[in-house]
């Protein structure tokens, strides 16, 4: 397996892992009452808003550590230059990335449509970024091993 793929599947599990612990911390605040009072907006714009940083992060966190254990198991370092197969395969997972996260922002404005309270577009925007990374990192997973 190379640097790459193992990289792909620390950074899958890191993903999955911050936004369910993340999550699960949030959820416990959520606050009770109506749907449209402004303390739900206000939980989900804050709920995003930390998102992002503590996201951010923890990935540098997780990297860092991954490539210490890397380093320690394998006695190999990082490869320090990208190719233009290493490019191709991040273009074609972020092009993945952005059809799922695309269609997921159309199911949640289709949500608002069916009259559906904010809470469920809410859910599913986040959903459809934790999926777009996922897939993201299927992606490269895939190329990796698969070849371009």
């Not at 303390?39 to 503590?54: D, E, K, N």
């Not at 799922?100 to 809410?122: C, I, N, R, W």
């Amino acid at each position: 397996m190379s640097f790459q793929e193992r990289r792909a599947i620390v950074s899958l599990i890191g993903s999955i892992l911050i936004t369910v612990l993340y999550s699960v911390y949030m959820l416990q605040r959520y606050p009770e009452g109506d749907t449209y009072s402004p303390a739900v907006f206000h939980f989900w714009g804050s709920f995003f808003l930390i998102l992002i940083p503590v996201t951010i992060v923890a990935k540098i966190v997780i990297y860092i550590l991954f490539s210490i254990a890397n380093a320690i198991a394998t006695r190999e370092e990082e490869p320090p230059i990208t190719d233009e197969r290493d490019k191709l395969i991040e273009l074609k997972s972020t092009r993945n990335s952005l059809y799922v996260f695309t269609f997921g922002f159309l199911v949640a404005m289709t949500s608002l449509v069916l009259s559906q309270p904010p809470t469920t577009m809410f859910v599913i925007l986040i959903s459809a970024g934790v999926l777009s990374e996922v897939v993201s990192e299927l992606s490269q997973l895939y190329f990796y091993s698969r070849g371009v």
